[in-house]
């Protein structure tokens, strides 16, 4: 099992509407999220290449919509209206 396994099934349970979980929340799933995903949007970038964690969330054809670094809280969104 890949370290973000846990997130992707996570995400999979909901298949309608926007999901919120706070980095804690996903600490626990995975183990402990890096230092980078506190401090670096970038790290809830859609985009695979060079993230190999977004495809727990692009996978379920899921999106990062919204961030907040500072609550250190993301929401994932059905679809393609995601973060870039």
């Known amino acids: ?4 396994d846990p997130l992707r099934d996570r ?6 509407g926007p999901l919120t979980l706070t980095f804690g ?3 626990a799933l995975v183990g402990g999220l890096p ?3 506190r401090t670096y949007a970038a ?15 692009l ?3 899921r999106e990062v ?5 500072g609550a250190e ?3 994932f969104t059905m679809g393609s209206a995601g973060l870039a």
């Not at 099992?1 to 973000?4: F, H, L, P, T, V």
């Not at 995400?11 to 309608?16: N, V």
């Not at 790290?43 to 190999?52: A, D, E, L, R």
């Not at 919509?65 to 670094?69: G, S, V």
């Open 1 to 4: 099992m890949a370290k973000y």
């Open 73 to 75: 809280r993301v929401s």
């Open 59 to 61: 996978d379920n054809g």
């Open 25 to 27: 929340e996903i600490d």
């Open 11 to 16: 995400l999979a349970l909901r298949i309608d």
């Open 43 to 57: 790290f809830w970038s859609n985009h695979p290449q060079g993230h190999v964690h977004a495809s727990a969330w």
């Open 35 to 37: 230092a980078s995903a």
């Open 65 to 69: 919509e919204a961030l907040d670094l």
